[in-house]
Structures are given as structure tokens and as C-alpha cells.
């Protein structure tokens, strides 16, 4: 068992079905901007277009599953 994003681009390999809901583990990924950063406004800019709701259909794509509500 793998995680879609690392095994769907893999040549040879074919996705046949996830797990049932109910043995799902999801990877969580967050993100933070340091108090003392030097690119607070570039790490802000990054985070938005992270969790943009305009990237999701890309991110699923990619085999990312983006949280529902995210903002």
C-alpha cells in the first residue's frame, strides 16, 4: 500500500481502487511562517496558493486529496 501521489505517475503501474473510508490514514501536510522569517510575505503567498480552491482540481490531480473547508 502507497500513497496515490507517489505510485499514480509511476509507468507500469495501474491504481485498481483505494482503501474503504473506514481504513483510510491520510497524510496531513500543514504549514507555518516563522515570526522571525525574512520572506513572511513570500511564505504567506506560497501558503495561499497552497490552499487556493481554484488549485484543487490540479492537486487532485496529483493524487492529493485537499481537505474540505480549506482555506
Not at 6 to 33: F, H, K, W
Not at 39 to 49: D, V
Request: overall charge negative.
Amino acid at each position: 500500500m502507497y500513497l496515490v501521489s507517489e505510485v499514480q505517475s509511476m509507468r507500469g503501474v495501474t491504481i485498481v481502487g483505494l482503501l474503504p473510508a473506514q481504513l483510510q490514514n491520510y497524510v496531513v501536510y500543514d504549514s507555518a511562517v516563522a515570526v522571525n522569517s525574512n520572506a513572511a510575505e513570500a511564505a504567506l503567498a506560497f501558503q495561499k496558493f497552497l490552499s487556493d480552491p481554484a488549485n484543487h482540481a490540479n492537486w487532485k490531480a496529483a493524487g492529493f486529496e485537499p481537505l474540505s473547508g480549506a482555506k
